[in-house]
């Protein structure tokens, strides 16, 4: 049986993978995170809203390690997430296209959201530590 | 098709602009629209999480119920709700092809989004009002 050259192929296979596409999944992958993470948000509040015992319990799970791991989870998310949404902004109004710009752009989101997820986090700890 | 043939509007002049949703740019003005309140209103919500840092239920409620950081709250939520609500119907019809199942998954997003949404807002309510 001969194999066919000419069969289309997918885009996975005739194009090297590249950063700006690995961002592109990751917006979304953060945006369905945060999507899921409100729940934690609504949980916060309305615990709030019930009572010292409710609200006592999840600021248990918030202090406990893995309550502290979703939240810097969701730190990251959020602020990568806010940033890329500032790139789609540039993109929008139609500057930020050309090929150096565009990798410029990329590296800039990641490495913004990593140093103020690390920012954000110094002044929580030192603000709630404080207290 | 629901104008009659009485109706002076071409099949062209009807479907103009509105794409393959059927609902033309709507969503996607929206998805920015909500996207652009939530990154005004960052900052400002980010402080109410800093004060809330470290202090127990009493603090929290009195921080939550304050007119300010209550109205900055439920502005937050709004964007936030209506945004993913927008984004996810996105993913799911990008990825369910199946035409009960999408229809299925996009009304269980709209509940979902609807549910998280309102059950913080009536928190925050009811904080405003007195625990
Ligand atoms: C300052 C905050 C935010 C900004 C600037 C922002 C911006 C954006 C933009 C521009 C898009 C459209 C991307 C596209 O068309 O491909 C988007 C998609 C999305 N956002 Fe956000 N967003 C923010 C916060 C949030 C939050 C808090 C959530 C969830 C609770 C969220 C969930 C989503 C989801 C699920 C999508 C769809 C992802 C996709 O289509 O790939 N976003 N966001």
Known sequence: MTVSTN????PFMTYRWTL??????VHRATGVALYVGTLLMAWWLIAAASGPAAYGAIQGFTASWIGRL?????TWALLHHMLGG????VWDLGYGFGAAEREWITRATLIGSITLTVVIWVIAYAAGGAR | MSQGSGSMRTPIGRVR???????GTKDFFRQRLTALAMLLLFIPALVVVMMLLGRNHAAAVQILGSPLVAVIMILFIIASAWHMKLGMQVV????VHDEKLKLAAII?????SAAVGLASIYAIIKLSSGV
């Open chain 2, 92 to 95: 799911i019809e990008d990825y």
């Open chain 2, 17 to 23: 602009g509105l794409g393959a949703a059927h609902s």
């Open chain 1, 7 to 10: 069969r289309p192929l997918s």
């Open chain 1, 86 to 89: 500032l790139r789609h902004f």
């Open chain 1, 20 to 25: 700006t596409m690995a961002m592109s999944f």
């Open chain 2, 108 to 112: 269980a997003n709209t509940f979902f």
């Open chain 1, 70 to 74: 979703i939240l810097l989870g969701y």
